[in-house]
């Protein structure tokens, strides 16, 4: 059995709008007070499993159901119709057992007290989850070092900056020692350096201690660093689960390498990728997602005078448009 199931799984929400009442000839009058129901579905149909120490990326648009489906997952709504379990347990008739064995963080809200130090936090989080002292002490030890929080243990969470409370929040649903890791937009707003130590946080919390991760995001590079497999759900269902190379070539989606040189020239030739764009010393080459920028690189310094170099990631919302444009 896998550690999440789920299997046709549904959710409808009923939405309620006021009725304006019409004159004859259709203009809108003083609104009536009957209000019409109708129902919109987040998620229809969707199948998938995830076994125990995987990372999977679940991509989409705003609005495809991503966080309809967590919640789902977690406990905190209930599905319309369809088959749902995690870690055996049907999340929202088990909820309270489930919040024992998963861990959940939002990127942008908190689950700490806001007023108090981070020291505090971690210390109710003790009491409610019932863990015991010692192994509290040993694992809160573990985690400040990791996520170098030993400077701001006694600092109220409301004067942190946004990646100094996101380490915190990643702290905090780990405590308890989870089986599985949701990550809702995890990386949003952090800078550079931050999202780096924790992607490197993550990683290695997946090695050392096999918990699985499932993370929501925006951030393409969030993806590659991360996860081996990637669910693209739209319109409340999945379009595709399979590894991320995959997704690109099939939905044919290129790279850029941005390109610097000292001076302006024709536009750059090299193997396997396209100039698209000169501006000036700058040029844009496209290449196969789905393909390594190594030789690319490579061949560019080889025969340029180059400056500077960047990789521009395809937009995730493009890819998604390219899928069903090929269907």
């Not at 046709?8 to 003083?30: E, S």
């Not at 679940?58 to 406990?75: E, F, R, V």
């Amino acid at each position: 059995m896998s550690l999440i199931e789920v299997r046709d799984l549904g959710r409808t929400f009923a939405v309620r709008r006021r009725d304006p009442a019409t004159t004859g000839d259709r203009r809108p009058a003083r609104p009536s007070r009957r209000r019409l129901r109708s129902e919109v579905q987040a998620v229809r149909d969707l199948t998938f499993s995830i076994d125990a120490g995987e990372m999977v990326g679940y991509i989409g648009p705003n609005g495809a159901g991503k966080s309809t489906t967590i919640k789902m997952l977690t406990g905190i709504l209930v599905p319309t119709s369809g088959h749902l379990r995690v870690a055996g347990l049907d999340p929202s008739r088990q909820r309270t057992e489930l919040a024992r064995r998963i861990g959940v963080v939002f990127g942008q809200r908190t689950t700490l007290w806001w007023d108090l130090p981070l020291r505090d936090s971690f210390a109710l989080l003790q009491k409610i989850y019932r863990v015991d002292p010692a192994v509290h002490r040993r694992t809160l030890a573990e985690y400040v070092e990791l996520l170098d929080l030993g400077d701001l243990l006694d600092t109220p969470v409301r004067q942190l900056s946004l990646g100094q409370r996101m380490r915190g929040d990643i702290t905090a649903a780990l405590l308890h020692g989870p089986e599985i890791l949701y990550l809702d937009e995890p990386t949003i707003g952090l800078d550079v350096v931050s999202k780096g130590r924790l992607r490197e946080f993550l990683r290695t919390l997946n090695r050392e201690r096999g918990t699985t991760l499932m993370l929501t995001t925006h951030d393409l590079q969030d993806i590659e660093a991360l996860c081996d497999r990637v669910i693209v759900i739209d319109h409340g269902t999945a379009v595709f689960d399979g590894p991320l190379g995959r997704l690109h070539g099939h939905a044919g989606a290129t790279r850029t390498l941005v390109v610097d040189l000292v001076d302006e020239a024709p536009p750059i030739v090299v193997p396997g990728a396209r100039t698209r764009r000169v501006d000036g010393p700058r040029q844009w080459l496209s290449f196969p997602a789905d393909t390594s920028a190594a030789p690319i690189v490579a061949a560019v310094a080889a025969s340029y005078d180059v400056a500077d170099l960047s990789i521009q990631e395809p937009d995730i919302e493009d890819v998604i448009r390219q899928i069903y444009a090929g269907a």
